[in-house]
């Protein structure tokens, strides 16, 4: 099979914040980029996080640096972002049981960093948050929001898109380099779906691939990255249970931080370190674990409804001291120029915070921008990112305050738990990144709420499949298979939650994917084929 | 303010307004009991309207259900189907279709093969008995017959085209086509709206008007299950008439008009026959004495109290509230019947949600004897006039072994015979 073959200044490797990031950055200065993903956007932690936009108050006590950049990056992301962003504010809460004196050097550290905090008194604090408990005993006011961690990846690069022709080629994975006189001079790729070999020329290479970083750059005989695997688990309520974003006062542990995100709240997280960020999903006894710590903060969590869990991996820099506990490691990042390492035109950025992705990116801008000789300044820091129509699914309410609005009989909604309709899958079809190559379930989910409500998939990934069918999206039965592949994967964050009202939802589904639509005999006697 | 409780007797008390349950109302009916029966639940309307008796055993398709279920007997002698003769559910599953197509809904006789039932993504079920109304598009596929599928604008969950392409290798012959279904232009439509406009003559017309230009010779044409909520057998005979070629329906995703449809009719016909049916009702508790049971309801307008002389359980499972959970714990809603528990709830799922093995958790229910009454720990009945049928009973998993209907059948002909052998 001959190579499709791409060319372009700068190839992106990594669909993630960081990676989304660069593109954007390097399309304001004018510099043509092609952004891949071996799978779609946020696809690793950009997608496995709390959407928690850090005022730098988690960090203030171990790691003021970090906590510093958080803040300022915050501010920078509020002011240009907002349509990314639910700038809630936040408290720290320290309950009967928790180290008063970590608590009493609190607003003391946050100083330090230049995060302002307000102490509340437990009263205060119960009228801003009323699902807190009497057991108080110590409160402050902190300025966290949330972030739509979707959205802003999607903004990132719809925008770099409509800039100067970037492009973003989601399937695409790096299987190697081709090097000459210390230069890379081609990515050597193959699309994960069609099985095709795809070669991509450029003059510079960013590896952003986030927890793959340190594979990544072993490709191009690299051995500078070092990463530590830090697997997290999340919880997804299936309605909002704080005003703002809640977190225990006390050194990161289990169960501390709820977040609220639209209509939904995310509770987290797990540290477990981790041998390979791959493979990696939610179990039972983390999702008990996560819940009991959660509940001591905030009892109301014990007759929450939990729709589903998700884990993440956070890549972090390999430090001393870091290797037996991720949280101890530090969350700053680093740019490698990897010039040591024999390379003049390769750079791999790593570790860091979603909240500091923008920062991230502008360092690795600048050491592009400056090996091809642009001298453009970085943007990112003054220029608003503009909203895209396509892009605007992701946000939990999004879809059901447009369908209302627009209150066209027509409209049919395709998942109903979420308000979905087809014009928002249409628009996605045709306008949001990737759309140009195959739009598939999985990717029209990526980018709106599709499988995200109570039902997680139940229904709409049917309805959706039925219409991408009517739409010729899908003209074989890999419409049918690839329906399948999106419930199996729903399922894994599903099953450790699945008791309560949970398991009605889950009874149904089966009866609707299995009775109805036989998939479970399918994917058997797909099984079976294949042996 | 509520007009005080209503007090009433009766001999059986059916719980549950599923299949399992309405079968138990026709078979107790028909042996002359007195019967009342309770229910709140609308799970009907997720069915497809087919009755499968055993489609898969030992994770395979099934094309023949009574040699299989000499099979289940021999592999899974706990199953509830397993303690019953070949020819005792066949009478049961007889008894029942015959009592539905008398209420107005024909349904194919069992046969000695499975049928392969359509399914709306363009594959096929094994199943014993169909709805008259879905039987001709079995024969179509059989035969490779040329057919056009029609779907309409509007209608969510419903795809002709995904039907024509995913059935397209083994049957060329067919095709699709897309409606503006009459009078309902730009809008949202749903399968039940479009069935009761369908039982206008008028709409019935216009309908068979827009589909006769696209026949092209064709043998057969499919509509999405909307040929009317009641009389299906006769508005499809009307419209075939019309329109000159044969005609079926294809079962849609829920809510769904078939089972719909068979709540209605149960609804319906079976206060006619003497059922004290209360189909919006849920039993709030159960008092057990020697004889009987006293049930409590709570309705929005009047209590009401019944007094049993047995009672029979058919409230399925977690979806109709038969069965609930907690974090650690599986319990029974009503009567707090012991439901075994796994180690913990890591074992209720399997990893691979479709398994072929099915989930651990969905074989779990309520554990009877040979004469379909709950026991204890000790193996000894919680009850002597208590009985129970259905999805609830342990060691099945209708869902995987496609078997619904089988179970709700046989196992309420079961449980009813032996409620009967007790009342004397």
Known sequence: MSARVYETEVLVIGGGATGSGVMRDLALRGINCILIDRKDLNAGASGGNHGLLHSGGRYATADAETAAECRREGEILKRLAPECIDDCGGLFVAVEGDDPEFANKFPEHCAGAGIPSEALTAAEAREREPALPENIIAAYAVPDATIDPFRIVLENVGHAERLNDSIYLPHTEIEGFEINDATITKALCRDRRSGEPVEIRARQFVNASGAWA?????????????????????????????????????????????????????????????????????????????????????????????????????????????????????????????????????????????????????????????????????????????????????????????????????????????????????????????????????????????????????????????????????????????????????????????????????????????????????????????? | MKRGTRKIETQLAIIGTGIAGFAAS?????????????????????????????????????????????????????????????????????????????????????????????????????????????????????????????????????????????????????????????????????????ARSLETSATQQALAELIRPLLNGVEYVGLPAILGMHMPDEIRARMEEAIGVRLFEVPTIPPAVPGIRLRETFERALPEKGVQLEPQLKVAEVDFRPTGATLHLHGPMEDLEVEASAVLLATGRFLSGGLKSDQDSLSETLLDLPIRQPQDRDAWFRQDYLDPRGHPVNRLGVEVDGRFQPVGADGAPVHERLFAAGAILAHQDWVRQRCGAGLAIATAHAATEAAAAVLG
């Open chain 1, 214 to 531: 340190e594979k990544v750059a072993r490709l191009a005989g690299c051995s500078d990255v070092s990463l530590l695997y830090s697997k997290g688990t999340l919880l997804i309520s299936n309605t909002r249970v704080t005003n703002g974003v809640v977190n225990r006062l006390r050194l990161p542990d289990d169960g501390d931080i709820l977040v609220p995100g639209g209509t939904v709240s995310l509770l987290g997280t797990s540290s477990v370190t981790v041998d390979d960020p791959d493979g990696i999903a939610p179990t039972v006894p983390e999702v008990d674990r996560i819940l009991a710590e959660g509940a001591a903060m905030l009892p109301v969590l014990n007759e929450t409804r939990f729709v589903r869990a998700f884990s993440g991996v956070r890549p972090l820099l390999k430090s001393a001291g870091s290797e037996a506990d991720g949280r101890k490691a530090n969350r700053g990042f680093e740019l490698f120029d990897h010039e040591d390492q024999g390379l003049c035109n390769f750079a791999s950025v790593a570790g860091g915070k979603f909240t500091t992705f923008r920062l991230m990116a502008e360092k690795a801008g600048d050491l592009v921008a400056g090996r091809l000789g642009n001298s453009e300044p970085c943007m990112t820091n003054i220029e608003p990112l503009p909203s895209g129509d396509a892009l605007r699914w992701t946000e939990p309410g999004a879809a059901a305050r447009d369908w209302y609005r627009r209150a066209d009989p027509a409209d049919m909604v395709l998942c109903e738990c979420e308000m979905v309709a087809r014009s928002a899958v249409d628009t996605i079809l045709a306008d949001a990144p990737g759309a140009e190559d195959h739009m598939s379930l999985k990717a029209i989910a990526l980018r709106s709420r599709i499988g995200k409500g109570a039902c997680q998939g139940a229904f709409c990934a049917m309805r959706v499949t039925s219409h991408l069918y009517d739409r010729n999206v899908y003209d074989s039965p890999d419409g049918l298979r690839q329906m399948r592949d999106f419930v199996k994967e729903r399922y894994k964050g599903v099953r450790p939650v699945l008791w309560g009202a949970q398991m009605p939802q889950t009874e149904l589904a089966e009866i609707l994917h299995c009775g109805l639509a036989g998939m479970d005999l399918a994917a058997a006697e797909e099984g079976a084929d294949s042996k």
């Open chain 2, 26 to 194: 026709i078979f107790a009916g028909q042996r002359g009991l007195e019967v009342a029966q309770f229910g709140h639940s609308g799970a009907m309307a997720y069915t497809t309207g087919y009755l499968d008796l055993l489609g898969v055993h030992d994770q395979r398709l099934q094309q023949n259900p009574w040699d299989a279920l000499d099979a289940l007997r021999q592999d899974e002698p706990r199953h509830p189907m397993s303690g019953l003769s070949n020819a005792t559910i066949r009478a049961a599953i007889d008894g029942f279709t015959d009592a539905i197509s008398d209420m107005g809904i024909g349904y194919t006789k069992a046969g000695d093969h499975n049928l392969s039932g359509l399914l709306p993504n363009g594959l096929a079920k094994p199943t014993l008995s169909v709805p008259d109304t879905m039987r001709p598009g079995i024969t179509a596929l059989e035969t490779g017959a040329k057919t056009l599928v029609v779907d309409f604008e509007g209608l969510q969950g419903f795809s002709a085209k995904a039907f024509e392409v995913n059935f397209r290798d083994r049957w060329p012959e067919l095709s699709s086509a897309r409606l503006t279904f009459p009078g309902m232009e730009n809008r949202q439509v749903f399968p039940e709206v479009l």
